[in-house]
């Protein structure tokens, strides 16, 4: 069964510094994997996606993630966090036929300290 | 063009009660889904529908039923309210490349 797992419940950054988010997953097939944005009181809104090709992805807002197959990982990153970026962030991975049933990992909240 | 909307924005239950969440969308799409979110948690998938008049259960069906009479609207019908189903539920349109969602639907039960 497909399993996502964000290891880091939260986690604080000045700042101006590097960010990294950790998402491991469990999936018998290439993946589709995502990741999600959510500020407070809000939906979710899509970062990125890979789906194939290139392992290297770009998004929005300056963020970028890295799926690497041998660990079973799709981390985020972003060099330089802004203020605004506090929220908190899914990821996720996708199983199609049917209804493409996406499946969460339970998020990783992120704090911005000036 | 509003995309997805979900009323209401907040509710209050008493156990036992029932509701009607309501989820609508312009983006004419086939795919809709409802999802609870728990504190701490992902979201967990109650329900979907490929299309108007198909539906099919998700990771957390019990306590919900659904029905999809038109491509915009997806209601998600909860009987008998209890505690357990306290969330935020939130809608979302859309299939592989991107889900986009509702603002969500905060249910507190008591």
């Known amino acids: 069964a497909q399993s996502v797992t964000q290891p880091d419940i939260h986690i604080t950054v000045s700042e101006g510094a590097s960010l990294e988010l950790r998402c491991n997953y469990s999936y018998g097939a290439t993946p589709y994997l995502f990741w999600y944005v959510q500020s407070p009181g809000q939906g979710l809104q899509l970062l990125l996606k890979?789906?194939?090709?290139?392992?290297l992805v770009q998004g929005i807002k300056g963020f970028e993630a890295e799926f690497k197959r041998s660990q079973s990982s799709f981390n985020l990153r972003k060099p330089s966090v802004h203020w605004s970026d506090a929220a908190e962030y899914f990821c996720?991975?996708?199983?199609?036929?049917?209804?493409?049933?996406?499946?969460f990992g339970a998020g990783t909240r992120l704090f911005v300290k000036a | 063009n509003a995309g997805v909307t979900q009323t209401p924005k907040f509710r209050i239950l008493k156990i036992g009660q029932s509701m009607t969440l309501q989820c609508a969308q312009d983006?004419?799409?086939?795919?809709m889904y409802w999802y609870r979110q728990d504190p701490g948690m992902g979201l967990k998938l109650i329900y979907y529908?490929?299309?108007?008049?198909?539906?099919d259960k998700g990771e957390v069906p019990n306590g919900y039923n659904v029905s999809r009479s038109t491509t915009e609207d997806f209601p998600l019908r909860l009987e008998l309210a209890a505690p357990s189903q306290t969330s935020v539920y939130f809608c979302?349109?859309?299939?592989?490349?991107?889900?986009?969602f509702g603002p969500g639907t905060r249910l507190t039960v008591l």
């Open positions: 979302a349109v859309g299939y592989a490349d991107t889900q986009y």
């Open positions: 983006m004419n799409h086939n795919y």
């Open positions: 996720a991975v996708g199983a199609p036929g049917g209804g493409f049933k996406t499946i």
């Open positions: 890979y789906f194939s090709g290139d392992t």
């Open positions: 529908s490929v299309g108007a008049g198909i539906t």
